[in-house]
C-alpha cells in the first residue's frame, strides 16, 4: 500500500490512498493526482456540524459514496437524506445539493461527476489469462 504522499503510477495505472493525498478537513484531488481522464473524483473530509452549502452543476451527474461518518444530504426539493458508511446518492447536474456531516467525528466521502452517458459492458479477458 501506499505511504502517506506518495502516488504509485506505472503505464496506464495508478493507486494511492486518501490520506496520501492531503490531511485534515477540505478537498482530496483524485483525478489530478492519479491522472484520471474520463470522469471528475474527489475525496472530501468535513467535520463534525460542517455544511457544504448549496452547489449545482451545469451538465454533470454526480454520485456520493460516503466511507465514513454520517452525513444528511439536501435537494433543493426540501428532501434530506442521512447517509453512512456505504450510503449513495445520485444527483442530476441541475439539482440543488448540500452535505451536512451530521456525526461527531470527521466525515469522509468520494464524488464522482460525469456526463455522455454509460459506456456498456466493454469489460474483455486478456489474452493471456
Avoid: C
Amino acid at each position: 500500500m501506499p505511504e502517506r504522499g506518495n502516488v504509485e503510477s506505472g503505464d496506464g495505472w495508478s493507486v494511492a490512498t486518501l490520506d496520501a493525498l492531503g490531511e485534515g478537513p477540505g478537498f482530496r484531488k483524485i483525478r489530478r493526482e492519479l491522472g484520471v481522464e474520463e470522469f471528475g473524483v474527489n475525496g472530501i473530509v468535513i467535520p463534525p456540524g460542517y455544511d457544504t452549502g448549496y452547489h449545482l452543476h451545469e451538465t454533470q451527474e454526480e454520485l456520493y459514496i460516503v466511507l465514513d461518518g454520517t452525513v444528511e444530504i439536501a435537494f433543493n426539493d426540501g428532501t434530506t437524506h442521512l447517509l453512512g458508511p456505504g450510503g449513495l446518492a445520485r444527483v442530476a447536474a441541475p439539482v440543488h445539493r448540500k452535505v451536512k456531516n451530521v456525526g461527531e467525528a470527521d466525515a469522509t466521502y468520494v464524488v464522482v461527476g460525469a456526463k455522455g452517458g454509460y459506456v456498456g459492458r466493454d469489460g474483455l479477458q486478456p489474452p493471456d489469462a
